[in-house]
């Protein structure tokens, strides 16, 4: 176990990050931190950022640097990422929340960010086959011959294709990743806190380089 690790996890959607977060975090015990995920549950319970959001997450765009920095600030002062650390997934996605969240964590800060790096074309086909558990979050790949109703292995919860993993949301995504999200490769790699895996292989090869990744860093 690493105590109080810090982490980021980037690439692209459809990286696998998802999954590997989870995976992470277990092995790790460290808490999971996906943005994703916060909005989908203020999605799912009708909250004011819920209505906001849904409509910027099924076109595809990116919900507003403000209030993202402001939930995860708050989520970051809880009792255990305070303790724990944590990993991050889907945050940050700007230089603009990459400064807020140094700003934010400037007594304890991240200690590592992680590019998972998968090509474009990989990812495409990869997002169109996505499944999501609703309450977990885990991923899964449609064969075209998928159970249904699909129930999760993990939790029981209804496994279903995202309303945004539609083929024009997921270009317009993959599209903001390279203006918006990839110049975080220079802005950590510039503090020594960058460094890029191998994300194209069995999921359980490219867990070993993550987990291999993080170690080195300790
Ligand atoms: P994800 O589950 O990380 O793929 O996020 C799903 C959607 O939520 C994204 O396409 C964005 O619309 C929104 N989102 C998640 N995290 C962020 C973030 N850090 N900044 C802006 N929008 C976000």
């Not at 460290?30 to 909005?39: K, R």
């Not at 989520?75 to 230089?95: H, M, Q, S």
């Not at 309303?163 to 390279?178: F, S, V």
Request: glycine fraction near 10%; hydrophobic fraction near 40%; proline fraction near 5%.
């Amino acid at each position: 176990m690493i105590p109080g690790a810090r982490i980021v996890l980037l690439g692209r959607q459809g990286a696998g990050k998802g999954t590997q977060c989870v995976r992470l975090s277990r092995h790790f015990v460290v808490p999971h931190i996906s943005t994703g995920d916060m909005l989908r549950a203020a999605v799912r319970e009708g909250t004011e950022l819920g209505k906001m959001a849904k409509a910027v997450i099924d076109a595809g765009q990116l919900v507003g640097d403000d209030i993202m920095v402001g939930i995860v600030a708050e989520r970051l002062d809880a009792e255990d990422a305070r303790t724990r650390g944590y990993i991050l997934d889907g945050f940050p996605r700007t230089v603009a929340q990459a400064i807020a969240l140094d700003e934010i964590t400037a007594k304890s800060p991240v200690d590592l960010a992680i590019d998972l790096d998968v090509p474009r074309d990989l990812v495409l086909s990869r997002l169109s086959a996505r499944r999501v558990c609703r309450d977990c979050g885990a991923n899964f790949q449609s064969t075209g011959t998928d159970p249904s109703p699909w129930t999760c292995e993990n939790c029981g919860g209804d496994v279903v294709q995202r309303d945004d993993d539609t083929p024009a949301a997921i270009n317009q995504r993959l599209d903001l990743y390279e203006t918006q999200t990839q110049p975080l490769i220079d802005y950590y790699g510039s503090s020594g806190r960058m460094v890029a895996v191998d994300g194209v292989g069995s999921p359980d090869d490219v867990f070993a380089r993550l987990t291999q990744a993080v170690e080195q860093r300790r």
